[in-house]
């Protein structure tokens, strides 16, 4: 079998730094038996898409940029080096595309780093310490690491080698705590720092290391044991089925989870009253399942502020189908700007399939819900876990729905709708004026659609006009 294994470019900003570290990369890649396929940093997102399906696992490379703070909550302190918002924005949609179908992952120095923050966990902004983790490709055997016994990286130590195996070293931040799922299989024994993170999984290979074993493959067993685990592990890999992502441990067992295990049934009822046609049997048990775990999820963290289930499906549910199915054909890309729960963003996907949703969301606990969501509905839906305006791509429609500071969002959402696209925008009669003046005169809107079970609550559509540039 031919495996191929995806490969981000390492920086949209400095080609020589690419030409330079890529072939170490692809030569342990090749030499493994694998076939490593590029991914472009500037690719449009439906085209990433199209390469992702062609590959059974992805290695996140080094950069010589850094994780943006803010990702994980933080604000830069002077030694932060700038953030590479393309790498993040296609980072994202692999590491989206291998948590939802379960393709091994190799996530190398920054790759490492940035799988960390994606699982919510945080970083050591600027490293000070007895050991020089800065020392670069020239020193192969910089500090060693004590690996967790019974770890997944425990398993790649070559027998007969040191109890602690020597690395190379060159980074100035570290994993601080780790993502969600993930146990430290590693650190520099000297300091405590973090050195290797797994998730913990048996089932599903996820690796990430903070040095750099392309650069020792062909001197190191240990090095080129990690990149043959990782190639047998895409070998034998096998893509999961939408079903099984929907198992029943997905779905609450407490107080609320046997109702909720009825809302197919009552949201049909719902839109039934609201004079909307009902959802068919698929799709049912989709939203059936996403209220499942909107319920058990907002056990944890606050995703809604209404209680009442059935108010929840009229407010959060109805009203999102209402949307998906009000919005223009033709529209082949949308950015769900401030998604929050998901809201109406998870909802387009379900109904409007062949629109590439991009869910924004810069809260990290609500961001990982929304990864969770996806994966267990089984869509490919890209989650951007940040602030919308980063992203610094256009859309042929941006919705929004109760999102902070929302006069000042309108006016930044609008900038990323394209020339003669659409702004999708759900709120209340009162505030609806103040909006589309923060919109500008380049939107012209269509008359304001009344949204179901409310008096007050509007959805408006406006067009971009195609005249001015993006």
Excluded at 121 to 141: F, M, P
Excluded at 191 to 200: F, K, T, W
Aim: charged share 20%; with cysteine.
């Amino acid at each position: 079998m031919c495996v191929h294994i995806a490969i981000v470019e390492p920086t949209s900003i400095d080609p020589d730094f690419n030409q330079r570290t890529l072939p170490a990369y692809l030569a342990a890649l090749r030499s493994a038996g694998a076939t490593p396929i590029i991914v472009p940093l500037h690719e449009q997102q439906e085209r990433v898409a199209r390469l992702l399906a062609g590959v059974q696992g992805v290695l996140l490379p080094g950069s010589n940029l850094d994780v943006d703070p803010q990702r994980y909550g933080e604000r830069p302190i002077p030694e932060c080096i700038a953030p590479d918002a393309a790498r993040n924005a296609v980072d994202e949609l692999l590491l989206q595309d291998a948590f939802n179908l379960h393709k091994p992952i190799l996530a190398v120095c920054y790759g490492a780093q940035t799988l960390n923050v994606w699982l919510n966990g945080s970083l050591v902004q600027d490293l000070k310490t007895a050991v020089n983790h800065s020392s670069g490709k020239e020193v192969a055997e910089a500090h060693s690491v004590r690996v967790t016994p019974g770890s997944r990286l425990a398993g790649l130590v070559p027998r007969g080698s040191a109890a602690e195996p020597q690395v190379n070293s060159s980074h100035h931040q570290a994993v601080r705590e780790a993502g969600d799922g993930l146990l430290v299989s590693a650190v520099s024994p000297v300091d405590g720092v973090i050195e290797a993170v797994e998730l913990d999984s048996r089932e599903h290979f996820v690796l990430g290391v903070q040095w750099h074993p392309e650069w020792t493959y062909n001197g190191s067993g240990f090095s080129r044991a990690l990149f043959a685990a990782f190639v047998q592990a895409a070998v034998v890999w096998e893509p999961r089925r939408v079903e099984e992502s929907s198992a029943p441990s997905d779905k609450p067992s407490s107080p609320g989870g046997e109702s909720a295990a009825q809302a197919g049934a009552r949201l049909n009822a719902l839109l039934a009253e609201a004079a909307l046609e009902p959802l068919d049997a698929i799709q049912a048990q989709k939203f059936e399942d996403y209220l499942s775990l909107f319920l058990r999820w907002g056990k944890r963290i606050n995703l809604t502020a209404i209680r009442d289930e059935d108010e929840i499906l009229k407010r959060h549910f109805v009203e999102s189908i209402a949307c998906a199915r009000a919005l223009p054909a033709g529209i082949a890309t949308l950015l769900d700007f401030g998604s929050g729960a998901g809201f109406p963003g998870i909802p387009i996907a379900l109904c409007r399939p062949e629109i590439a949703v991009t869910l924004a969301e810069s809260q990290g606990k609500k961001a990982a819900f929304l990864r969770e969501a996806i994966r267990v509905l089984g869509v490919t839906t890209l989650v951007h876990s940040g602030r919308a305006e980063a992203l610094g791509s256009h859309y042929d429609c941006v919705t929004m729905r109760a999102v902070e500071r929302m006069e000042k969002a309108v006016h930044a959402a609008t900038q990323q709708v394209r020339p003669g696209g659409w702004l999708a925008v759900m709120t209340t009669g009162k505030e609806l004026g103040v909006l589309k003046a923060a919109a500008g005169a380049e939107i012209a809107w269509n008359a304001e659609i009344q949204l179901p079970y409310s008096d007050d609550r509007l959805l408006a559509l406006g067009k971009r006009s195609a005249s001015l540039p993006a």
